[in-house]
């Protein structure tokens, strides 16, 4: 009668080996699809954006800044690390008269080319970012002393959430903006504001 000493509870080292490789094997298969999945992903995506940044550099040629700035915006969600991308975006908001998008823009792709080891973009955003600084209209958002003490209350600037360090000197693009005091999830207050650049507006 086998029991488990001969039988099946200690099982032959030759198949446990097989069985092992062909686990190893089987790993190795699904890692090399996967690897070529997100290869393919990579180069479709890239593809992608390329045909976007080609169309909004052509409309850019031809002075269409309004239709270009969001294929090109669109081209740097797909390709957040593109430095070239981005500085031609934050070329075409700064055309566009947008100058504080394209601050804010030129801001990014000098940190990027940092991180990438491209001095010369890095240098070339920088400066970009310096010349425009003066030109920049700002926001000088007041808000009282009791509501920056509540932990719900937040200041939003055409729809997005500011951060309290920039509620001082908020740059914003030439035009009509609105910001909204709001707390507890409900808002407080709102107010139109005409920003112009290198103007100063309080509210």
């Known amino acids: 009668m086998k029991g488990f000493i001969d039988g099946i509870g200690i099982r032959s080292p030759g198949r446990r080996a097989a069985r092992i490789a062909a686990a190893a094997a089987a790993a190795c298969s699904s890692l090399v699809i996967a690897t070529r999945a997100s290869a393919e992903s990579r180069a479709e995506r890239d593809a992608r954006a390329q045909a976007l940044y080609d169309r909004g ?9 309004g239709a270009a700035c969001p294929l090109l915006d669109a081209v740097t969600r797909m390709v957040p690390e593109g430095v070239g991308a981005r500085l031609t975006l934050a070329s075409c908001f700064e055309e566009d008269g947008k100058l504080a998008s394209a601050s804010r823009e030129y ?3 000098a940190a990027l080319a940092e991180n990438a080891g491209q001095p ?3 240098k070339r955003a920088a ?6 600084e003066p030109k920049l209209g700002k926001l000088e958002i007041d808000v009282p002393a009791g509501a920056r003490a ?3 209350y937040v200041v939003r600037f055409d729809g997005e959430i500011v951060p309290e360090p920039h ?6 693009d030439r035009g009509e903006h609105e910001v909204a005091l709001v707390a507890g999830g409900a808002t407080v207050v709102t107010k139109r504001v005409h920003v112009d650049d290198g103007g100063r507006v309080a509210v």
């Open 167 to 172: 509620w001082a000197g908020l740059a914003a």
């Open 57 to 65: 550099t052509a409309l850019m040629d031809a002075r269409d800044y």
């Open 107 to 109: 801001q990014l792709a």
């Open 127 to 132: 400066a970009k970012v310096e010349e425009l």
């Open 120 to 122: 010369e973009r890095r």
């Open 150 to 152: 509540r932990a719900d």
